[in-house]
T-cell receptor
Framework: KQEVTQIPAALSVPEGENLVLNCSFT??????LQWFRQDPGKGLTSLLL?????REQTSGRLNASLDKSSGRSTLYIAASQPGDSATYLC??????????FGAGTTVTVRA | DTEVTQTPKHLVMGMTNKKSLKCEQH?????MYWYKQKAKKPPELMFV???????INESVPSRFSPECPNSSLLNLHLHALQPEDSALYLC???????????????FGQGTRLTVV
């Protein structure tokens, strides 16, 4: 069974600082990895999708890397803003077509 | 349009009530999912429909009954729920649940369910 771990569980930074969020997974036989953002009590917003054949994806201030062989992904958020405060979830799609989620990293960006 | 729409946004129901959650997408996706999320926990998969057929049931109690009337709609029928079933219920869709190189999963805003 795929296990997904996110470290740290919570992060508080001053505005302008870069954010580094980590995700690790136990089974490297994945099809893709997706990063989501979730605001309190709301649904999930897709941020980035990385296919298993890719090493990196970028969207604006967001950059996600994937090292499938070591079972790791990192989400970088440049020049953080208070509006970036949310919980960030990574999810891995394995060969059973299921999305397995990590528990998330809750980010607070202080103005 | 990358939107998955869920209704209602909030629902309070008694343990003897019957209610339904609705999910709709118009992206032409053929895979649709129900997830349950408790506070401060990750979403947990409940059901997967692929091409309008139930392909995955994660041993969900029968008081939850999914239905996929057509490729755009997904319902979750609720009956005789327990207070511990109170949670955020999320619907998602993706292009093809069977495809090996699947595309993005898109989630709705969820239905906040409270069972009293």
């Amino acid at each position: 069974k795929q296990e997904v771990t996110q470290i740290p569980a919570a992060l508080s930074v001053p505005e302008g600082e870069n954010l580094v969020l980590n995700c690790s997974f136990t089974d490297s036989a994945i099809y893709n990895l997706q990063w989501f953002r979730q605001d309190p009590g709301k649904g999930l917003t897709s941020l980035l999708l990385i296919q298993s054949s890719q090493r990196e994806q970028t969207s604006g201030r967001l950059n996600a890397s994937l090292d499938k062989s070591s079972g790791r992904s990192t989400l970088y958020i440049a020049a953080s803003q208070p509006g970036d405060s949310a919980t960030y979830l990574c999810a891995v799609k394995s060969n059973d077509y299921k999305l397995s989620f990590g528990a998330g990293t809750t980010v607070t960006v202080r103005a | 349009d990358t939107e998955v729409t869920q209704t209602p946004k909030h629902l309070v129901m008694g343990m003897t009530n019957k209610k339904s959650l609705k999910c709709e997408q118009h992206m032409g996706h053929r895979a649709m999912y129900w997830y349950k999320q408790k506070a401060k926990k990750p979403p947990e998969l409940m059901f997967v429909y692929s091409y309008e057929k139930l392909s995955i049931n994660e041993s969900v109690p029968s008081r939850f009954s999914p239905e996929c009337p057509n490729s755009s709609l997904l319902n979750l029928h609720l009956h005789a729920l327990q207070p511990e079933d109170s949670a955020l219920y999320l619907c998602a869709s993706s292009q093809d649940g069977r495809a090996l190189a699947d595309t993005e999963a898109f989630f709705g805003q969820g239905t906040r369910l409270t069972v009293v």
